[in-house]
C-alpha cells in the first residue's frame, strides 16, 4: 500500500499520469525508505551510506540556481552534467517549482541548492524528492558565526553568501566533500578541480578588496534594489544599503525612501543601482526623490544579485557576475578599476558604462 504522503507527493507533483515503468520504480523506493525510518530531512545526506553513484558517467546533477551550478560544474569537471533550474533573471526568492523542474530533479542522480530559506517556494519540493537521492545545500558548510541576520527575517540568516567569494569557497569546500564521498573513484579529479577553482575565487576576492578600497571614502555608498549585498558590503568595507528588504517580496516604504534620499543628498553619492532580477520602479522612485532635492544622481546597472548573467557570457558564470559587480561599483562611485574587469573579459557594450 501506498503510504499518504507517498500520494500527496504525487498529486502536488502532478505525476499521476505518468505512464512509465520508472515511476512504479520511484515509487517502491520512497516505500522502502518510509518502511525503513528515512527521516524526511533534505540535510540528512551527508553521513548516510544508502547513496553512492553506480551508474554511467556522466553523473547527471541537478542545480537550483547559477551560482550553484557553477560550483558543481568547477568540480565535477567531466565526470558531472549540470542541469540548472533558474536562468538569468530569475528570482529564486519568489519561484516555485513547476512539473518540469519536478521530472529534472527525479531523473537527477544528485541535487544541489543554495539553501538558508533563498530558494524558500521550492524547500517543499526538495523535501519530498529527498526520500530518493542525495540533496545537498551547499550552504551547510559556513559556520553559523559566520553568517548574517536580518530583521525582516527572523530566525533565518541573510542567504546572499556568494557576494562574498572568500564565504563561497566554503561552499565548494562542501560541494567537493559530498562528491568525493557519493564519487569515491573519481575523488582525487574532485579535490584537484576544487583546488584549483578556489584560488581563482581567492584572486577575485582580492580585486574585489582593492578595487572597492580605491573609491573615496566618503562616496563608499552601494544602494541597491532590495538588501542582498551585505556579505559584499562587510567583506570589502562599504556601506551597502537596500530599498527593499532581503527578500523581493518585501515592499519598500516611503520613509525609507526618504531616508535614503537625504543620505545620498548629504554624502552626494554619484550612482545608485538596479538589480537585474528585481524590478526598477523603487530604485526609480529614490531617483526621482534625490533629483528633486538638486541633486543628480546615476541609475548604473544591472547588478547581478540573485542570479547571474545571460548563459553563455562571462557574466553568465559566477566569477564573471562578481567581477562585473565590483568592477561597475568602483567605477561609478569614483574608485580605478579596469574598464573591463579582472580578467578583461566583460562586455563593456552590454553592461558596464565608461564613467572615469
Partial sequence: MLHFLQINALNEFGLGRWRMVG??????????????????????FESSPAFGFSGAYPIKAVATVGMVGDIVRAVGGEHIAVEQMLGAGVDPHLYRANR???RSILKADIVFYSGLMLEGKMIGTLEKVSLTRPIFAVTDAIPRELLLGHDDVSGHPDPHVWMDPSLWQKCVQHVERQLCQYDPKNEK?????????????????????????SIPESRRVFVT???AFQYFGRAFQIDVMGIQ???TESE???????????LLVARKV??????????????EALVAGVASRGHQLELKGPMFSDAMGAAGTYEGTYIGMIDHNVTLVTRSLGGTAPLLGWQGLLNNAANVTDVN
Avoid at 515511476?23 to 540528512?44: H, I
Avoid at 577553482?197 to 578588496?209: E, N, W
Avoid at 519598500?252 to 537625504?262: F, T, W
Fill in 23 to 44: 515511476l512504479w520504480l520511484w515509487l517502491l523506493a520512497v516505500g522502502v525508505f518510509l518502511t525503513t525510518g528515512c527521516r524526511d530531512n533534505v540535510q540528512q
Fill in 100 to 102: 518540469d523542474d519536478v
Fill in 189 to 213: 579529479t574532485y579535490r584537484e578541480n576544487s583546488q584549483a577553482y578556489q584560488k581563482q575565487l581567492t584572486g577575485l576576492f582580492d580585486y574585489a578588496r582593492e578595487s572597492i578600497a
Fill in 225 to 227: 534594489s532590495h538588501d
Fill in 245 to 247: 528588504g532581503l527578500s
Fill in 252 to 262: 519598500a516604504g516611503l520613509r525609507r525612501v526618504n531616508e535614503l534620499v537625504d
Fill in 270 to 283: 554619484q550612482a545608485v543601482f538596479f538589480e537585474s532580477s528585481v524590478p526598477q520602479r523603487s530604485i
